[in-house]
């Protein structure tokens, strides 16, 4: 207030265009007789097919800061449908609910930094639950929305309490958390893994659509450990899903897997949809981001 009892004030506006999240198109710019075309896209994403008659996907986030103020918006482009999800859909009318899109809605954060692969099959470095607020074991529930013609969409926003550089995502179809154990009783068979140690949950569907890796962590490698998506299961053992009766166990890039041994470290955690690798967000506590996941489901293919 100044000298005559009058109040000033001031006020600035700043406008950031936000545009929809739809695929990039692939534009034809030349037809090569006998050869085929040569084709552009302005997506700075990762899929490996960019057409109109395929699934293509978008991963778009905003950042807001602890007092909701929106400080970055970032389009990741189209991402990587991992081949565990992929198996899930190929196989749905296998599990006793489905397993997507409709369970695909739960979204988890990492720092991890390796480029992203279809054989992935979570985040690399997923956040714990500690560096945020609001979370169940780490993942936060998406708002799920159909968008016409032919879009599934979920918005779910991470919450976070602590300094962190976000570099990675991952769409997953619960928000339970990682079964780490070794397993103890009978070497796994063709489609079957038993451990007599373990308390499986049975209820609801148990662990039907879960995705188990033979490994003592978690790992994104396509080569070096196997991997199993679950029919079912008993307190105990687990009946493994796979292209055949003798071929239940794969590779994470889906080649055809020995049986595992008996005691050997695994994981039992939820399968991941979709996973995506970025350059760092540096979010501080009390930041947000706000991630938009867009499933176009083209036809003509």
Same mark, same amino acid.
């Given at each position: ?13 700043? *406008?950031?265009?936000? $545009? ?10 030349? $037809?090569?007789?006998?050869?085929? $075309?040569?084709?552009? #896209? ?14 293509? =996907? $978008?991963?778009? %986030? ?8 929106? !400080? ?27 397993? #997507? ?25 997923? !956040? ?6 609001? =979370? ?25 309490? /602590? ?13 339970? /958390?990682?079964?780490?154990? #070794? ?14 140690? /373990? ?8 662990? &039907?659509?879960?995705?188990?890796? !033979? ?32 071929? *239940? ?5 889906? &080649? ?8 050997? %470290? ?13 350059? *760092? !967000?540096?979010?501080? /506590? ?7 996941? #867009?499933?176009?489901?083209? =036809?003509?293919?």
């Amino acid at each position: 207030m100044d000298t005559d009892g009058k109040l000033g004030l001031a006020g600035g506006l700043a *406008a950031l265009i936000s $545009r929809a999240a739809r695929p990039y198109p692939a534009h034809t710019i030349l $037809r090569i007789p006998g050869l085929g $075309r040569l084709m552009f #896209t302005r997506d700075p994403g990762n899929a490996k097919l960019l057409a109109d008659q395929i699934f293509s =996907s $978008r991963l778009m %986030a905003d950042h807001y800061d602890a007092g909701g103020k929106l !400080i970055g918006q970032f389009d990741f482009g189209s991402g990587l449908v991992t081949n565990s999800g992929v198996n899930l859909m190929a196989d749905d009318f296998t599990w006793g609910n489905g397993a #997507t899109l409709k369970q695909m809605n739960y979204h988890l954060t990492g720092t991890g930094t390796t480029v992203a692969a279809a054989a992935d099959i979570f985040c690399q470095t997923p !956040i714990g639950a500690g560096s945020l607020t609001g =979370s169940t074991n780490g993942f936060f529930t998406g708002t799920q929305s159909y968008v016409s013609p032919n879009q599934y969409k979920t918005v779910g926003t991470v919450v976070y309490n /602590a300094s962190l550089a976000v570099t990675e995502w991952a769409l997953c179809m619960t928000n339970a /958390a990682t079964l780490a154990r #070794t397993s103890a009783g009978a070497a796994p068979t063709n489609n079957t893994f038993t451990d007599t140690g /373990a308390t499986f949950t049975t209820s609801g569907q148990g662990l &039907a659509a879960y995705t188990i890796e !033979i490994n003592s962590t978690v790992i994104n490698t396509p080569t070096t450990t196997v991997m199993g998506q679950i029919l079912s299961n008993t307190a105990t053992v687990l009946t493994i899903q796979g292209p055949s009766a003798s071929a *239940a166990w794969l590779t994470l890039a889906n &080649a055809v897997a020995s049986n595992p041994g008996a005691t050997v %470290a695994y994981n039992v955690f939820p399968t991941a949809w979709d996973h995506k690798v970025f350059s *760092a !967000i540096n979010v501080n /506590a009390g930041d947000s981001i706000a991630f938009t996941y #867009t499933l176009s489901i083209n =036809s003509g293919g």
